[in-house]
């Protein structure tokens, strides 16, 4: 059945790395409980066996936030992060799937596996966001997602605490749009 | 949705998987893709192919090829210990269970180059299991199960073993079960003196043993969920009653159709055990 053209996105991916988790807490904790899109997020941490990010933002937001499980299915208005130590992968049956495959650019989770294989699950209907970071990770994953006919938007990097990491994904993403957190946070709320 | 370049690579790839079944019957086929089809572009680029059906070629012609590939479709990353929390809970909880049983039998599902084997087979030596256990390490790579089968590793990967050790609980310390030299670390054969090395496939072989502990960790993350559910329906049968599985620390049974045979033993750490009764 054809989407109303209005709404014509159904996923939100996320990646960030130095200084995420202030530029998340700019935008998770302010989406409405009602949200109706899913979000799956990679933010690079240390390798430890447990995270405290996604109890962490549970704590604040309104929509629900959860680490991923292996073939955790994806529903609207839930926010999935990458546990530590896996990539997060989308698989077509709209499912997320991890794996311990070797890191990609020194990283696992990484961005560029999440962008990538959301894309090619969603395909044009897919939104990828790139907040700071002080690597380049993510960059070739949100030229996936441009590729499929996706929304790109990517932190303007004078407001980034790092800003190696937006800078990569607007040099290989010249037409993405570049936002402060604020009218990121906007982009989202609108597209849904 | 995807585009028509991505639809066409699908049917590629499909059949490229459906290649590698007829002809040398490793069944890839309901692997989760995502995972797999990544790992397939980097090894079609790795070959200099074009496209999956270049690959597909290759494979189907060229000797010494499936093995080659046989590398970017399995996984392996492990470590000695790796989630120390898991082999500690074994150690406290499992362990006083299986001290009951006069004679164990434990299957390491998907061992890859050993580091699973070997750290249960040090854990069951300073906890008194291992006169009475005999182990079956098993795999589909068969160059994967030849280095299980010699188990040496780099030394560099010594430290991180150690540590991963010392925090499961360990009562001893590793160097007393490896030689170092060259670079690297040996272990002590007499660490599979009571372990069967074979090969086995999860997806199209059956159950060989009744067991009473399965290990397998970071294995099913590469299935899809009916493929979890064909694995998960062996270690089920292969268990004896009140036998446990353990599971890699982000994978559940909560989406599995045999997730009512079993009981969560210790939720944080995936231990599961086998119903009675069943």
New interface residues.
């Given amino acids: 059945m054809p989407e109303p053209a209005h709404k014509p996105y159904r996923a939100v991916v996320i990646g960030a790395s130095a200084g995420g988790l202030k530029a998340l807490s700019a935008i998770l904790p302010h989406l409405p409980a009602d949200y109706p899109l899913p979000i799956m997020v990679v933010i690079h941490v240390p390798p430890h066996?447990r995270s405290l990010i996604a109890p962490l933002f549970e704590e604040k937001s309104q929509v629900r936030v959860v680490?991923?499980?292996?073939?955790?299915?994806i529903e609207g208005g839930c926010v999935f992060f990458a546990?530590p130590d896996?990539?997060l992968?989308?698989?077509?049956?709209f499912?997320l799937?991890?794996?311990?495959?070797?890191p990609v650019l020194f990283s696992r989770p990484s961005i560029d596996?999440l962008f990538?294989?959301a894309a090619?699950?969603y395909?044009?209907?897919l939104i990828g966001v790139i907040l700071t970071g002080a690597n380049n990770d993510g960059a070739a994953g949100l030229k996936a997602v441009m590729a499929?006919?996706g929304k790109g938007l990517i932190q303007t990097p004078a407001t980034a605490f790092s800003r190696a990491m937006p800078e990569a994904a607007i040099e290989a993403c010249p037409s993405a749009l570049i936002l402060d957190l604020d009218d990121i946070l906007l982009e989202l709320k609108n597209a849904a | 949705m995807p585009n028509a370049i991505a639809r066409t690579e699908d049917i590629e790839l499909r059949l490229l998987l459906e290649a590698i079944f007829l002809k040398y019957h490793y069944d890839f086929r309901n692997y989760a893709l995502a995972s797999i089809k990544r790992r397939l572009t980097q090894a079609r680029d790795q070959f200099g192919c074009r496209s999956f059906s270049q690959l597909q070629d290759m494979v189907l012609n060229e000797s010494g090829m499936m093995d080659e590939l046989l590398g970017y479709l399995t996984v392996q990353v492990s470590e000695l210990f790796r989630d120390p929390a898991y082999f500690r809970a074994i150690r406290e909880k499992v362990v006083p269970h299986l001290k009951t049983y006069p004679s164990l039998k434990v299957w390491i599902a998907g061992c890859s180059s050993g580091e699973e084997l070997y750290s249960f087979a040090i854990l069951f030596r300073e906890e008194g299991l291992e006169e009475r256990t005999m182990f079956y390490a098993t795999d589909i790579n068969a160059d994967a199960l030849r280095k299980a089968e010699m188990g040496v590793y780099a030394l560099e990967r010594m430290k991180l073993f150690t540590e991963n050790h010392r925090l499961s609980g360990g009562k001893s310390s590793l160097s007393d079960y490896y030689t170092a030299g060259y670079g690297a670390a040996t272990f002590d054969k007499s660490l599979r003196k009571r372990t069967v090395f074979s090969d086995h496939s999860l997806v199209t072989d059956a159950v060989f043993a009744e067991t009473q502990f399965v290990s397998c960790r970071n294995v099913l993350i590469y299935f899809t969920r009916d493929l979890q559910g064909r694995a998960i329906g062996l270690f089920k049968d292969s268990l004896t009653r009140n036998g446990f599985l353990g599971l890699g620390a982000k994978e559940t049974l909560r989406f599995s159709p045999h997730a009512d045979e079993f009981t969560e033993f210790s939720r944080d750490e995936r231990l599961y055990q086998k119903r009675g009764g069943i």
């Fill in positions: 066996r680490e991923a499980e292996d073939k955790t299915p546990p896996y990539h992968l989308v698989e077509r049956s499912e799937s991890l794996s311990s495959e070797a596996v990538e294989t090619d699950a395909g044009d209907g499929y006919g």
